[in-house]
């Protein structure tokens, strides 16, 4: 910064500048006092969207308990309606929960895919591939259960994605993978939230050793 002798010489150069540049000054304050402004209305505008949405939802919600069929309309059409929000996989993991309440896994699965492709949350979006991975060996589709958990996973679903491959693999008479995979979900720490895992090796072992008895 240029050096000034005297206080006066210092006054001067600030009326000078603010001769020169006060009006872009101001202007610029003017645009950045605009945008902030715009700024707030924006994300005012964006929070009163993303509560009617959520209100939206809850509706949906509730009426799948006073209309089961008006709620299975209500539900698709939301989806339809509003893709790109969160609460599209949500209602998806409803349908799909509603649609195996009733043994319908074919439909369980076709909504259990959609609510995978619309997470934008990696934990509902695992959640959802755990609960496709389930349907589809029910569906009889082992193969396909395998690849929907193959991939990464967040560590939380570990236990169950385990699980999940030892129910195939035991579904497709690969009894030493079922075992391996059953052994890694209780070491993922899988009894806590699902004691039968001590069951299903404990079977295991059982029909191995009887498969093993001399004739």
């Given at each position: 910064?240029e050096?000034f002798?005297t206080?006066?010489?210092?006054v001067?150069a600030?009326?000078?500048?603010?001769q020169?540049?006060?009006?872009?000054?101001?202007?610029?304050l003017v645009?950045?006092?605009s945008?902030f402004?715009?700024?707030?209305?924006?994300?005012?505008?964006?929070?009163?969207?993303?509560m009617?949405v959520a209100?939206?939802y809850?509706?949906?919600i509730?009426?799948q308990?006073a209309?089961?069929?008006a709620f299975?309309?209500?539900a698709?059409?939301?989806?339809?309606n509003n893709?790109?929000?969160?609460?599209?996989?949500?209602?998806?993991?409803?349908l799909?929960?509603?649609?195996?309440?009733?043994?319908?896994?074919e439909k369980?699965?076709t909504?259990?895919q959609?609510?995978?492709?619309?997470?934008?949350n990696?934990?509902?979006?695992?959640?959802?591939?755990v609960?496709?991975a389930?349907?589809q060996?029910q569906l009889?589709?082992?193969?396909q259960a395998?690849?929907?958990?193959g991939?990464?996973?967040?560590?939380a679903?570990?236990a169950?994605?385990?699980?999940?491959?030892g129910?195939?693999?035991?579904?497709q008479?690969?009894?030493?993978?079922?075992?391996n995979?059953?052994?890694?979900?209780i070491?993922?720490?899988?009894l806590?939230t699902n004691p039968?895992l001590?069951?299903?090796i404990?079977?295991?072992?059982?029909?191995t050793?009887?498969?093993?008895l001399?004739?």
């Amino acid at each position: 910064m240029e050096s000034f002798e005297t206080e006066e010489q210092q006054v001067e150069a600030i009326k000078k500048f603010w001769q020169e540049y006060g009006n872009y000054i101001i202007g610029g304050l003017v645009v950045g006092l605009s945008g902030f402004v715009g700024f707030n209305f924006y994300k005012d505008g964006k929070l009163e969207s993303e509560m009617a949405v959520a209100s939206q939802y809850q509706a949906v919600i509730e009426s799948q308990t006073a209309d089961h069929e008006a709620f299975k309309t209500n539900a698709e059409q939301f989806i339809q309606n509003n893709g790109e929000s969160s609460y599209a996989s949500l209602t998806a993991l409803s349908l799909a929960k509603d649609a195996a309440e009733h043994q319908d896994w074919e439909k369980a699965a076709t909504h259990l895919q959609q609510a995978v492709e619309k997470a934008n949350n990696a934990g509902i979006k695992a959640i959802a591939n755990v609960r496709l991975a389930r349907v589809q060996i029910q569906l009889g589709q082992f193969d396909q259960a395998l690849a929907t958990v193959g991939g990464e996973q967040p560590q939380a679903f570990k236990a169950a994605v385990e699980e999940i491959k030892g129910d195939a693999y035991l579904k497709q008479g690969k009894v030493e993978l079922a075992r391996n995979a059953y052994q890694a979900a209780i070491d993922a720490d899988g009894l806590a939230t699902n004691p039968s895992l001590q069951l299903k090796i404990d079977d295991l072992a059982q029909a191995t050793n009887l498969t093993q008895l001399p004739n």
